[in-house]
């Protein structure tokens, strides 16, 4: 058997792994990536997704031993330590946790995530709340790869770029993608991202389809969407995106759009590309799904837990009769509110719309505007 042939089983687990860790199905992903282990123990990458679906099916034992048998294989391995610093971070070792932080951050100075942390945990009246609820997708990058088949096409391209285009076109050269991929890494994962080309762009037999597109407006929405991503016009992305997850797309072609949801952050409260008000999205409510707004009100019926807080935003209230709407808001974490006080929510909308009208938002910042 060939060297190539014996490569290619070596990693046959691996990749399977892969498959169901994209599809969120941990359990499976988990076996397909144990018997990889038991193939292959110098892979980081192996235990760094093993330690990932322990934590997604809630085994932290099992997360902490993955982690740590990744480093003893590569110690500089900064996503392997940003994962154990999690499960010490989840056992209340909050020094070792902050120990480990600090070596990554000495390794890259930029990381945001770990800084992200550092500062909640800072700013944090209770650090046990800020333990209990923070989530590990929050504190490092969870997403898969690139599918393995085409990284090499992806390298190969680089390499004929590099010898017939340089200086004709700087935006294809291997200097520029490997700007990309040591500084925005997430820009490039978002860059080869493309349609499947083997199947039809769009399904006549979806009959239940809200939106009805051709071939060419979904291959536009799919280059428009990417670019507004990587411009930060999270909300005009979102927007789009779920009307092509309602439409006539192929199944094919919505799987592919999904994956673009994985690129959205929080956007900037203060420079929202695109803020909606209440009618309209009560309108569409499948169509904003997921989207931030930033809305002023007056709150009712508070009410407080150990968690966080919960209340209704009585939306544009100007007094009893001149109000736009009611939103019902979720918080975490501790909140100095009151009954009647106007304030400003930015939040993230949940696609849920109660009887009676009242959206459903999980709020990520309050401001008092007093009165």
Request: charge should be positive; charged fraction near 30%; glycine fraction near 8%.
């Amino acid at each position: 058997m060939g060297k190539e042939v014996k490569k290619r089983l070596k990693e046959k687990d691996k990749k399977l792994g892969l498959k169901y860790y994209r599809k969120k199905d941990y359990k499976k992903a988990l076996s397909y990536f144990e018997q990889a282990l038991r193939k292959n123990k110098e892979d980081p990458q192996i235990y760094r997704f093993l330690g990932y679906c322990s934590l997604f099916i809630g085994d932290f034992d099992g997360a902490r031993r993955y982690f740590k048998g990744g480093l003893l294989v590569d110690e500089d391995n900064i996503e392997l330590m940003k994962g154990l610093a999690f499960v010490y971070l989840k056992d209340e070792r909050i020094e070792d946790a902050i120990g480990l932080w600090g070596e990554v951050l000495q390794k890259n100075k930029r990381d945001r995530m770990v800084k992200n942390a550092l500062r909640g945990l800072r700013e944090s009246e209770e650090p046990l709340i800020f333990i209990e609820n923070v989530k590990p997708q929050e504190l490092m990058n969870m997403k898969p790869p690139l599918s393995t088949k085409i990284k090499p096409f992806i390298t190969a391209g680089i390499i004929t770029l590099a010898v017939f285009i340089i200086g004709v076109l700087i935006y294809f050269t291997p200097v520029y993608n490997k700007i990309l991929r040591t500084f925005y890494p997430d820009y490039f994962e978002l860059k080869n991202i493309t349609l499947p080309r083997e199947e039809a762009i769009t399904s006549p037999g979806l009959g239940d389809a809200l939106f009805t597109f051709s071939d060419q407006e979904i291959e536009k929405y799919f280059v428009r969407i990417k670019k507004d991503i990587y411009r930060g016009r999270y909300n005009s992305a979102i927007i789009l995106m779920n009307k092509v997850m309602q439409s006539n797309a192929h199944p094919l072609v919505k799987e592919r759009f999904g994956i673009l949801y994985d690129f959205l952050e929080p956007p900037d409260p203060l420079s929202l590309d695109i803020n909606p008000g209440l009618s309209e999205v009560l309108k569409q409510p499948v169509v904003y799904k997921g989207i931030y707004v930033l809305w002023k009100g007056r709150i009712a019926n508070l009410k407080k837990s150990k968690e966080g807080v919960s209340f209704d935003l009585l939306v544009n209230y100007i007094n009893e009769d001149t109000v736009e709407g009611i939103a019902h808001v979720d918080a975490v974490g501790t909140y100095y509110l009151q009954n009647k006080q106007m304030v400003e929510v930015y939040a993230n909308f949940t696609g849920r719309v109660e009887s009676g009208g009242r959206v459903i938002l999980k709020a990520l910042l309050i401001r008092d505007l007093g009165g």
